[in-house]
């Protein structure tokens, strides 16, 4: 193994993973750092929700633009790579609420029109149009349909796999189950080497995509530094089924008319994942066991659209799982160099899946170049800096 790199990215998610493949494309001599197996179906990223998605971001216009930007993104790595091989499902999203629901459909009608006006398209559709896209839904009561075809779904172990792959190829030394311990600083403040469980490596630029971890290693790096990466673990409940038959019970994101904020897409295996707005701020911090009554909720409301998983409930044919999600204090990414630390980067957010590929390329070019790429300018870290009175 080599004790000798450019740079040390700390972290075996999405972001991390798409950040140490955009360096090496750079020719960078990278060398990842995980505690856990990468593209291990029981890690954070496996266990989201895993939506690739600009619609759900309509109050900060920038912040939209940003994820729409995600979006694309992965439909640049899909010409690169071949769309199955990364993961990748396409089939947009579909929302819709019942004709005679006002406040539901006034809602609705401007979810569309600011999408609209974005230049993030978000078409209108009837009962007909949706049975078309969505054979097995039952769609009650005259329902009036948004559909947003830019939307995907990620196989997020698939993806991260086929990326560590590529990386490997191009010299990217991944260290997996290797955790970090300490690090070492040069006279100018700049991290000089990182030592690990499996020795110490030397670096140049150091790059923390650690997630719920960040402040930690951050305190590691000089306690000071800490509280530019405030992120708070948000516990979330993800219910998901087998299949009942050879064909997919669905075929896109769905968000039917529930007032819990039910939502529901396909699973890899045929079945569908689901989850609930309001079952998940139920949820206190620190849990990590599913509670059986709000997975059995999440059924219920399910089965209401989906007759189908009827059988799959008394087969027992479900299981559920907790994800925590790490939330920047602000709800907003914070990427860019950590004030203090020349040559330090921070890259954790909640919107990984949808931004981590991006992301990873842009903080590929703010290391590369010394400058910070304008759609992250707003992101730095900097921006929690402590005010003097």
């Known amino acids: 193994m080599a004790d000798l790199v450019d740079v040390v990215v700390i972290g075996g998610g999405i972001v991390g993973v798409s950040t140490a493949y955009e360096l090496s494309r750079l020719n960078y001599r990278v060398a990842l750092l995980t505690k856990h197996s990468i593209g291990d179906p029981d890690s954070a990223s496996a266990r989201g929700f895993a939506w690739i998605n600009a619609t759900s971001k309509l109050e900060d216009e920038p912040y939209h633009h940003f994820n729409a930007a995600g979006v694309s993104y992965y439909n640049h790595l899909a010409r690169l790579f071949k769309t199955e091989d990364i993961g990748l499902q396409i089939g947009g999203s579909l929302r819709w609420t019942h004709s005679g629901d006002t406040s539901g459909y006034e ?28 054979r097995n839904i039952d769609f009650q009561d005259n329902p009036e349909g948004l559909f947003m075809p830019q939307d995907r779904w990620l196989d997020s172990p698939l993806f991260l796999n086929k990326l560590k792959s590529a990386a490997a190829e191009m010299g990217c030394e991944f260290r997996e189950n290797c955790a970090v311990s300490s690090f070492s600083r040069s006279s100018d403040g700049s991290v000089s080497s990182v030592v690990t469980s499996a020795g110490r490596i030397t670096t140049r630029f150091l790059v923390v995509c650690a997630g719920l971890n960040t402040p930690k290693i951050l305190g590691q790096i000089d306690g000071s530094v800490s509280n530019f990466a405030p992120v708070n673990p948000s516990p979330g409940l993800l219910v998901e089924t ?5 064909s997919p019970l669905i075929s896109r994101v769905l968000y039917p008319p529930d007032s819990g904020g039910l939502h529901i897409r396909p699973a890899g295996n045929g079945g569908i994942v689901i989850g609930a707005e309001d079952i998940d701020s139920q949820l206190p911090a620190g849990t990590d066991s599913p509670p059986p009554e709000m997975a059995e909720n999440l059924l219920d409301r399910t089965q209401i659209f989906l007759n189908k998983i009827d059988k799959l409930r008394r087969d027992n044919k479900f299981t559920a799982r907790i994800c925590v999600r790490p939330i920047p204090k602000d709800d907003r990414p914070i990427i860019g160099e950590l004030p203090g630390v020349p040559n330090t980067f921070l890259s954790v957010m909640h919107s990984g899946i949808t931004l981590g590929p991006l992301a990873g390329r842009l903080l590929t070019e703010l290391i590369h170049t010394g400058k910070v790429p304008e759609t992250i300018a707003s992101y730095s870290p900097s921006r929690f800096a402590v005010k003097s009175l």
């Open 107 to 134: 809602n609705q009608l401007k979810i569309g029109t600011v999408l609209n006006e974005f230049g993030y398209p978000a078409i209108k559709l009837n009962r007909s149009e949706m049975t078309a896209l969505e």
């Open 242 to 246: 087998e299949s009942v038959s050879n």
